[in-house]
T-cell receptor, first 114, second 113 residues
Framework: DTEVTQTPKHLVMGMTNKKSLKCEQHMGHRAMYWYKQKAKKPPELMFVYSYEKLSINESVPSRFSPECPNSSLLNLHLHALQPEDSALYLC?????????????FGDGTRLSIL | KQEVTQIPAALSVPEGENLVLNCSFTDSAIYNLQWFRQDPGKGLTSLLLIQSSQREQTSGRLNASLDKSSGRSTLYIAASQPGDSATYLCAVRDEAAGNKLTFGGGTRVLVKP
């Protein structure tokens, strides 16, 4: 079982909907990440939070809005998405935002935009 | 800009055979290399992390080697089992990109009973 929990597992939404993805970890990790993965492609980094502060935004469109309300929780708020945003969204965490530490991934949320 | 390549893209072996998975990278100024496994529709499971100062890491039937100067890493899985069927991804962190993981395209492995 993964120690990074993502909900929901699947989400179908229309282009005008607003929804949120949730990620939780209880390993005491202080760095958390959002990745997007299209079919048969490797994950692409979207955002990094370190100590609940946004450290990296990989030029992600504003229709994706991350939030880190506390050290265990990471949200991704979605609004006015496009069909090309359909993908597997993965959350990851590491003990600190340091190069020598492995990242641990959740099972992802499969997002489909109608 | 770092490029990470995994060849072949797909591999099929009979059960019991040893698996050899390759990963190559263009910029040898890496901090470390991490191997992941991904089952269909699932997240990534971290298998091994090799720091740039290390030559290899072992965990059970898995052994990963790193040759930084030639830009290569190899993941060996001994005595493969059908449960080893998955996509295996390697990813590097390098001095240019900092803590950002640069992934290879993955090798899809099928172990036939």
């Amino acid at each position: 079982d993964t120690e990074v929990t993502q909900t929901p597992k699947h989400l179908v939404m229309g282009m005008t909907n607003k929804k949120s993805l949730k990620c939780e970890q209880h390993m005491g990790h202080r760095a958390m990440y959002w990745y997007k993965q299209k079919a048969k492609k490797p994950p692409e980094l979207m955002f990094v939070y370190s100590y609940e502060k946004l450290s990296i935004n990989e030029s992600v469109p504003s229709r994706f809005s991350p939030e880190c309300p506390n050290s265990s929780l990471l949200n991704l708020h979605l609004h006015a998405l496009q069909p090309e945003d359909s993908a597997l969204y993965l959350c990851a965490s590491s003990q600190h935002y340091r190069v020598d530490q492995p990242q641990h991934f959740g099972d992802g949320t499969r997002l489909s935009i109608l | 800009k770092q490029e990470v390549t995994q060849i072949p893209a797909a591999l099929s072996v009979p059960e019991g055979e040893n698996l050899v998975l390759n990963c190559s990278f263009t910029d040898s100024a890496i901090y470390n290399l991490q191997w992941f496994r991904q089952d269909p529709g699932k997240g990534l499971t971290s298998l091994l992390l090799i720091q740039s100062s290390q030559r290899e890491q072992t965990s059970g039937r898995l052994n990963a080697s790193l040759d930084k100067s030639s830009g290569r890493s190899t993941l060996y899985i001994a005595a493969s089992q059908p449960g080893d069927s998955a996509t295996y991804l390697c990813a590097v962190r390098d001095e240019a990109a900092g803590n950002k993981l640069t992934f290879g395209g993955g090798t899809r492995v099928l172990v036939k009973p």
